[in-house]
């Protein structure tokens, strides 16, 4: 059975960090690329970062540099390293991975930035 945990989540105000982790079970991680989303009240889920075998990480635009994504190997897990965050990062955070027709989503932790 694969699964995909994420923690990390809180409540941080403006300017502040956090770092979530993705943790599977069931999967290698090496194998995959695992892409961090993100999904606010009333918006589409966008990716905000992921990371895959052979190519440098992949931000859009509007991330602007303060997001930083990594594979722990050891731990079978990928962070998600946040800074510089704004109230528009405020949503719900999911952990995806994809190799070939697999798919699979962790159950997401929530952010919130707020002062």
């Known amino acids: 059975q694969v699964q995909l945990v994420e923690s990390g989540g809180g409540l941080v105000q403006p300017g502040g960090s956090l770092r979530l982790s993705c943790v599977a079970s069931?999967?290698?991680?090496?194998?995959?690329?695992v892409g961090w989303y993100r999904q606010a009240p009333g918006k589409q889920r966008e990716l905000v970062a992921d990371?895959?075998?052979?190519?440098?990480?992949n931000y859009p635009s509007s991330i602007e540099g303060r997001f930083t994504i990594s594979r722990d190997y050891a731990k079978n897990a990928v962070d998600l390293q946040m800074n510089s965050l704004k109230p528009e990062d405020t949503a719900v955070y999911y952990c995806?991975?994809?190799?070939?027709?697999?798919?699979?989503w962790g159950q997401g932790t929530q952010v919130t930035v707020s002062s």
């Open positions: 995806n991975a994809k190799f070939s027709t697999r798919d699979f």
């Open positions: 069931g999967i290698n991680f090496s194998y995959y690329t």
């Open positions: 990371i895959s075998s052979g190519r440098p990480p």
